[in-house]
């Protein structure tokens, strides 16, 4: 792996090189007998410090509510004596009760990785081939990553002049989560939920997550879960959260073929070679959620005037349902489609002359790419389930939307050096590019570069100091590029130079928003009444 931030050097790279490049080259084989590699990699980690929800107990919240209540007293009228609200009875209910989140739905990081390759070939070919799997479970239930990766680089010396390279690459990732709207993030495909580990140590000690049918307390799911009676944490049932019947699902997939074809043209010109290059990439992405509403039975005291911990029965007339801020249950899909292709031709010149040494490099450039977005959503179903039939077929609940993106590129690349002994370097290089969004008569740009060289380890003055400094090279550079960003660093979207009527916003973010407005005529209204 290279990084190239110099401007001369990265210029010939494009539109797409203004803040540096990095060149990342694959794997080859080698000429030998064919040779094996396994690998398998197993991965446990454990938090190196006491979670937040596991540093109390129903023990400890009994008497902060006690100290509470002492306070409250000492600082009031006082006009009768104080009681703890928890005497013994309450501290003995709880000696053989521990209801803690993390019980439930905690578990510690573990991944494991397998791989298997193979290396080899002779004089004509050489192959390499890759084939990884990857499973990562993360620190609560319902959240799982894994990964197949699958990569194979073919090498063929097809003549003396003429040879071939093939490389492709393919993986798929799948990725599953429970669903958790509150995220500090926008996006559903971010799997930070850092956010949630401040609910599990929030939740009290003093109720259970889950009751059966004749209301005793249970730390296993059942059909009936609890709505605690304290504060804000009346709503919803952290465990069922994680555990219940609402998920992320994420699979993305890509291949990515890429052919070489190289043909030395000496007979035609000592040093002059050309070199076809080929590429395609296609992806896949589906995202599937799933949210149905939470149904909790609110925790109510068998004997209020006794142990109030003491849960009654779970009643069809005591319930909260939840939402996480939805308006109805639903269930969508987001498919997206995308491409790209890229077709890249050499033609170059390399020949020494005693110590002098010229290079000519000569590029056709090509590329086009494509992206294709759906959503597709469903409310409101017959029943709580992930199926689409499920859902009534009103198109009130019912909705889809789509958009579609297209770019293109074409340039022309050219580049000489001229090198003497290996001690004075000059190159100049040049790429003249094209993109349509731009309007005509501005489509096309000229960004030159240019860089001097000199290395003064090589001079005979610098050979007192050879042992000490090995090699000093000094070298002075200057290059344009370009790049597809406005003024505020934002993707320049396609036809914005066009003047347009639209019923949607569409940001520089990409977000789309509707607005509502006419056209007549050749003039756009908005906001009538």
Not at 273 to 285: F, H, M, P, Q
Not at 401 to 427: H, P, Q, S, T, W
Not at 489 to 509: D, F, V
Not at 517 to 524: M, N, P, Q, V
């Amino acid at each position: 792996m290279s990084f190239l931030k110099d401007a001369g050097t990265a210029a010939v790279y494009g539109t797409r090189a203004g803040n540096g490049v990095v060149l990342v080259t694959t794997k080859k084989g080698t000429a030998q007998v064919p040779v094996f590699n396994v690998q398998s990699n197993y991965s446990f980690s454990a938090p190196t410090q006491t979670l937040l929800a596991n540093l109390t107990t129903a023990t400890d919240e009994l008497i902060y509510q006690n100290r509470v209540s002492q306070f409250r007293w000492e600082q009031g009228k006082k006009s009768e004596p104080w009681v703890a609200p928890n005497g013994q009875r309450e501290f003995d209910y709880f000696k053989d009760k521990n209801y803690n989140t993390n019980d439930v739905i905690w578990r510690n990081p573990f991944s494991h990785r397998q791989s298997i390759a193979v290396n080899g070939g002779g004089d004509k070919i050489t192959y390499y081939a890759l084939l990884s799997y990857r499973k990562e479970n993360g620190s609560y239930k319902s959240l799982d990553h894994e990964k197949f990766n699958l990569r194979s680089n073919i090498s063929a010396k097809i003549s003396d002049a003429f040879s071939m390279d093939f490389n492709i690459s393919a993986n798929q990732t799948n990725s599953n989560r429970f669903f958790w709207p509150f995220s500090t993030s926008a996006s559903d495909d971010d799997f930070d939920v850092s956010d949630f580990y401040r609910v599990t140590f929030n939740w009290p000690k003093m109720y259970p997550f889950y009751l059966t049918a004749d209301g005793t307390p249970s730390n296993t799911p059942t059909a009936y879960p609890v709505q605690t009676p304290m504060g804000s944490w009346q709503a919803w049932n952290v465990i069922d959260q994680v555990i219940g019947d609402r998920y992320i699902d994420r699979k993305v997939r890509q291949v990515n073929p890429i052919m070489t074809l190289n043909l030395k043209l000496d007979k035609l010109l000592e040093g002059l070679s050309t070199k076809l290059v080929g590429s395609y990439v296609a992806e896949d992405y589906m995202r599937k959620r799933y949210m149905s509403f939470q149904k909790n039975y609110t925790f109510t005291s068998l004997n209020p005037n006794g142990n109030r911990f003491i849960p009654a029965p779970p009643s069809e007339d005591r319930i909260n349902v939840f939402t996480f801020s939805q308006a109805q249950p639903f269930m969508d899909y987001n498919p997206q489609r995308k491409w790209q292709y890229q077709v890249d031709w050499f033609l170059n010149y390399n020949r020494k002359f005693g110590k002098h040494t010229v290079d000519g490099l000569v590029v056709y450039e090509q590329f086009k790419s494509g992206n294709t977005n759906i959503t597709s959503r469903a409310e409101n179903p017959i029943i709580p389930m992930d199926q689409m039939y499920i859902y009534p077929t009103d198109r009130s609940m019912r909705s889809t939307d789509a958009f579609e993106l297209m770019d293109a590129r074409r340039g022309v690349i050219g580049r000489a050096n001229y090198n003497y002994a290996d001690k004075y370097i000059a190159e100049f290089s040049f790429r003249y590019d094209g993109s349509p969004l731009f309007p005509n008569d501005k489509r096309w740009g000229f960004f030159p570069s240019m860089s001097l060289g000199w290395r003064m380890s090589d001079e005979n003055f610098f050979s007192s100091i050879k042992n000490t400094v090995s090699d000093l090279k000094l070298r002075a550079s200057y290059g344009s590029s370009c790049n597809f960003v406005d003024v505020e660093g934002y993707s320049i979207l396609p036809y914005s130079y066009m003047e347009k009527y639209s019923s949607i916003i569409t940001s520089r973010t990409g977000s789309r928003t509707p607005v509502s407005g006419y056209i007549f005529g050749d003039s756009y209204w908005s906001l009538l009444s």
